[in-house]
């Protein structure tokens, strides 16, 4: 029975997170190329669609909270699903830059609907000793989708369209899946529907989390939409791209799922920097040895790694300040990655737009390389600590 239902949770999670995290919000840099040529639109364009697609995914967070808290986890995970597959359709079928914008926007505001709702989903649904399992597949889903996107384009070459239509198919899968599954009911304990202080969400403690997870979202929202552009603009072929984000889901699926034990070893202070400076030196990377399809593969694992692996210590530290409602404070949290995805696209594109990409690439290393500086409070380093809550 736990096994079971930590399978049906986390496999409706991990397929959510397929269509609306890894392909919806996360593929579209591998597509830059493509709307380029096809649509004539230059790069600080495409720069503001990316950011304007991570701005819809702002607005869908703060929803996806007041409609978690009035109907549950299945209307807004199904609603993200079913977004993300009109998205995918309009982007297919567009015929110019207007529908081309309406589609992505749409597609990547389909990730505010589909993570912080499992949090409830696997609590409601899952027995305590099978949430870990459920968690683990949920949080999955990210590279997987990157993973499968990358193939698609692969075996689609110039039909990137077929693509598009393939992710539009994935997305009403994905919707007719969570609305099966996660149907009302619960084997949690009740929500405690109080609402917090502000002092409780903005404190010494969590204004740490919140740089830090702004300052890693800035570049590692640059490198998504611009990484397999850079390397293809360098003279590399066009599978570069598709390439690169292989390598990136491979990689970061399979060192990520073990941040939880090298928190458990290290604490959070050391392997949080150590990550946050690998997904900074990822930019320089690409931007010493350009041309080269070993330091774009090679840049792209190190990121998947670096990127995965760093979230996935962000939300452990982000549980530890908001212990007592890791939700509604996850959900804060990922307000500022949002932000920082917005900005970071608009950024690059507009410097390597007016300056040059090399000094984008240096510009937009730099939040990341920063937030390394930051450390957890004393009180956040040891996930195993019973630190109490935010505002002690």
Same mark, same amino acid.
């Given at each position: 029975?736990?096994?079971?239902?930590?399978?049906?949770?986390?496999?409706?999670?991990?397929?959510?997170?397929?269509?609306?995290?890894?392909?919806?919000?996360?593929?579209?840099?591998?597509?830059?190329?493509?709307?380029?040529?096809?649509?004539?639109?230059?790069?600080?364009?495409?720069?503001?669609?990316?950011?304007?697609?991570?701005?819809?995914?702002?607005?869908?967070?703060?929803?996806?909270?007041?409609?978690?808290?009035?109907?549950?986890?299945?209307?807004?995970?199904?609603?993200?699903?079913?977004?993300?597959?009109?998205?995918?359709?309009?982007?297919?079928?567009?015929?110019?830059?207007?529908?081309?914008?309406?589609?992505?926007?749409?597609?990547?505001?389909?990730?505010?609907?589909?993570?912080?709702?499992?949090?409830?989903?696997?609590?409601?649904?899952?027995?305590?000793?099978?949430?870990?399992?459920?968690?683990?597949?949920?949080?999955?889903?990210?590279?997987?989708?990157?993973?499968?996107?990358?193939?698609?384009?692969?075996?689609?070459?110039?039909?990137?369209?077929?693509?598009?239509?393939?992710?539009?198919?994935?997305? !009403? *899968? &994905?919707?007719?899946?969570?609305?099966?599954?996660?149907? $009302? @009911? #619960? /084997? =949690?304990? +009740? %929500?405690?529907?109080?609402?917090?202080?502000?002092?409780?969400?903005?404190?010494?403690?969590?204004?740490?989390?919140?740089?830090?997870?702004?300052?890693?979202?800035?570049?590692?929202?640059?490198?998504?939409?611009?990484?397999?552009?850079?390397?293809?603009?360098?003279?590399?072929?066009?599978?570069?791209?598709?390439?690169?984000?292989?390598?990136?889901?491979?990689?970061?699926?399979?060192?990520?799922?073990?941040?939880?034990?090298?928190?458990?070893?290290?604490?959070?202070?050391?392997?949080?920097?150590?990550?946050?400076? !690998? *997904? &900074?030196?990822?930019?320089?990377?690409?931007?010493?040895? $350009? @041309? #080269? /399809? =070993?330091? +774009? %593969?090679?840049?792209?694992?190190?990121?998947?790694?670096?990127?995965?692996?760093?979230?996935?210590?962000?939300?452990?530290?982000?549980?530890?300040?908001?212990?007592?409602?890791?939700?509604?404070?996850?959900?804060?949290?990922?307000?500022?990655?949002?932000?920082?995805?917005?900005?970071?696209?608009?950024?690059?594109?507009?410097?390597?737009?007016?300056?040059?990409?090399?000094?984008?690439?240096?510009?937009?290393?730099?939040?990341?390389?920063?937030?390394?500086?930051?450390?957890?409070?004393?009180?956040?380093?040891?996930?195993?600590?019973?630190?109490?809550?935010?505002?002690?």
């Amino acid at each position: 029975m736990i096994t079971s239902q930590a399978s049906r949770v986390g496999g409706a999670g991990l397929l959510a997170l397929v269509a609306t995290y890894g392909i919806g919000r996360l593929a579209y840099g591998l597509f830059v190329p493509r709307f380029r040529e096809e649509f004539g639109l230059p790069l600080d364009v495409l720069g503001f669609y990316a950011s304007a697609a991570q701005a819809g995914y702002l607005v869908a967070t703060v929803a996806t909270g007041v409609l978690a808290a009035r109907y549950g986890p299945r209307v807004p995970v199904f609603s993200g699903c079913l977004l993300l597959a009109v998205g995918a359709a309009a982007t297919a079928s567009a015929s110019g830059p207007v529908l081309l914008a309406a589609g992505v926007i749409a597609a990547g505001t389909s990730a505010g609907g589909a993570w912080a709702p499992f949090a409830d989903a696997v609590r409601d649904h899952v027995p305590a000793a099978g949430t870990r399992r459920a968690l683990a597949l949920v949080n999955a889903g990210s590279p997987v989708g990157l993973v499968l996107a990358s193939v698609l384009v692969l075996v689609g070459g110039d039909r990137w369209r077929t693509a598009w239509w393939a992710f539009a198919i994935i997305g !009403l *899968v &994905a919707a007719a899946v969570a609305w099966r599954v996660l149907t $009302p @009911g #619960s /084997v =949690g304990p +009740a %929500l405690d529907r109080g609402r917090p202080a502000l002092r409780w969400f903005f404190n010494l403690r969590s204004g740490r989390l919140f740089v830090v997870t702004l300052g890693v979202s800035i570049t590692s929202g640059a490198y998504f939409a611009y990484a397999p552009d850079t390397a293809q603009d360098a003279g590399l072929a066009p599978w570069i791209g598709p390439g690169m984000w292989a390598a990136l889901g491979i990689a970061g699926t399979a060192v990520g799922v073990f941040g939880g034990r090298v928190a458990d070893r290290y604490g959070l202070r050391w392997p949080l920097a150590v990550m946050l400076a !690998l *997904v &900074a030196g990822t930019n320089v990377v690409l931007l010493v040895a $350009p @041309g #080269s /399809v =070993g330091a +774009a %593969l090679g840049s792209a694992a190190l990121f998947g790694v670096g990127f995965t692996t760093a979230f996935a210590l962000v939300v452990m530290w982000s549980q530890q300040v908001f212990q007592d409602r890791p939700t509604t404070g996850f959900t804060s949290t990922i307000v500022f990655a949002a932000a920082g995805f917005i900005l970071g696209p608009s950024f690059f594109g507009v410097l390597a737009t007016h300056a040059d990409r090399s000094v984008a690439l240096l510009v937009t290393a730099l939040p990341a390389l920063l937030a390394a500086l930051l450390p957890p409070s004393r009180a956040d380093r040891s996930p195993g600590h019973d630190l109490g809550t935010a505002s002690d």
